[in-house]
């Protein structure tokens, strides 16, 4: 599985982005995808994630309300629409795809893809 993330950018504080992840190779229906993201100096942390079938989502509390994951499957690509958008936003996203929810949440046994830099300014 090989995933290409972009949309990435610089936008202001209370702006909004979307951010893009096409996926390609063998997908299976049990999959699901999702994003993460790694701040300067901190650790990696999950932000939201989507069930390859069924649409069935989650959210991390500090972005719940202001940020939206979907998938359109016949284009192999999940979307990260991400409003009111804040300075502890900026990090660089990364899209990842999992065998199950259990995986993705662990951020263990993933497919990665590259990242794609967001940055709020002030």
């Known amino acids: 599985v090989q995933l290409q993330a972009s949309g990435g950018g610089l936008v202001q504080a209370g702006g909004s982005l979307r951010l893009s992840c096409t996926v390609s190779?063998?997908?299976?229906?049990?999959?699901?995808m999702g994003w993460f993201r790694q701040a300067p100096g901190k650790e990696r942390e999950f932000v939201t994630g989507?069930?390859?079938?069924?649409?069935?989502?989650t959210y991390s509390d500090s972005v719940k309300g202001r940020f939206t994951i979907s998938s359109d499957n016949a284009k192999n690509t999940v979307y990260l629409q991400m409003n009111t958008l804040k300075p502890e936003d900026t990090a660089v996203y990364y899209c990842?795809?999992?065998?199950?929810?259990?995986?993705?949440?662990?951020?263990?046994?993933?497919?990665w893809g590259q990242g794609t830099q967001v940055t709020v300014s002030s």
């Open positions: 190779g063998r997908i299976f229906s049990s999959y699901v």
């Open positions: 990842a795809a999992a065998g199950d929810l259990n995986r993705l949440l662990a951020g263990t046994r993933l497919y």
């Open positions: 989507i069930s390859w079938s069924g649409g069935r989502t």
